[in-house]
């Protein structure tokens, strides 16, 4: 009798891998990362903080241990996401090829598929990327839209085989709400209420006076205590 060969039936794993400068991470990254792990069966998706965005070189950008930490808050709870610091890890910008060598070290081609998640506001600049037509050849890329672009796959060579992916349109970025943390504006409903709590707690974007004064968040500061 012949027994059918175990090393034949490899399972591969269908990984997304979302990287951001999560300066915070809010309820569109949440959304739409959940939406694309479902609407492509992915059985994971990885979020990736970036050390440095080489295209926001002069942006004020949160300490990177508070980035993570608000993403590993928001994200608990779902068994299927999970965070990776290699970006944060090295002292450099953060290129995307160098992450999906670095990466795949650890989850080998042979076992895990790599889908790389791309807003629409990514799309036109995707051929500027640092090695992009080497990149569209290390992994699959799934974009999706977002409110203010033009949510359409650009003809480009490198990105016309990109599978786009129908996700809700969340008008809500990070800029706005660092914005209104620093005009003492509610940011509720903006990110999960923990990462709010830690916002407040640990005074990421206050600014320092405000951050001593115990203000930049009026209406709910009595509820719990400033440091
Ligand atoms: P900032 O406002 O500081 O530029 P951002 O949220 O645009 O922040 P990142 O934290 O780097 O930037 O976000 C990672 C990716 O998440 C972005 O490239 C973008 O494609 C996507 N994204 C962010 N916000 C939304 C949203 N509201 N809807 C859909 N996609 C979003």
Redesign the pocket.
């Known amino acids: 009798m012949v027994l059918p060969s175990l090393a034949s039936e490899t399972i591969v794993k269908r990984i997304g891998l ?6 915070p ?2 309820l ?2 949440l959304l ?1 990362a959940e939406t694309v792990r479902e609407a492509c069966a992915l059985d994971k998706i990885i979020f990736i903080p ?1 050390k440095k ?1 080489p295209f ?1 070189k002069n ?1 004020e950008i949160a300490e990177a241990h508070h980035r993570l930490k608000m993403l590993e808050l928001a994200i608990q709870g779902n068994p299927s996401f999970a965070v990776d610091t290699c970006e944060l890890d090295r002292d450099k910008v953060s290129y995307t090829i160098d992450t999906i060598r670095i990466l795949r070290q650890t989850y080998s081609a042979d076992n895990y598929q790599f889908f790389f998640l ?5 799309l036109t600049g995707f051929p500027d990327w640092k090695g992009a037509e080497q990149l569209v050849t290390l992994c699959d890329f799934i974009a ?4 203010g672009y033009d949510n359409r796959i650009t003809e480009h060579p490198l990105t016309a085989g990109f599978h786009f992916v129908e ?1 809700p ?8 709400i ?1 914005a209104r943390i620093s005009a003492g504006k509610s940011i509720k409903y903006s990110l999960p209420e923990v990462v709010e709590n830690y916002i407040y707690e640990h005074g990421v974007y206050l600014p320092v006076d405000a951050d001593r004064q115990g203000g930049g968040r009026e209406a709910d500061a009595g509820d719990r205590s400033q440091k």
Do not use: Q, W, Y
């Open positions: 979302f990287g951001g400068s999560f300066n991470v809010h569109g990254h739409v970036a965005n926001k942006a791309v807003g629409a506001d990514n999706f839209g977002r409110p996700t349109l969340m008008e809500i970025s990070a800029t706005e660092r």
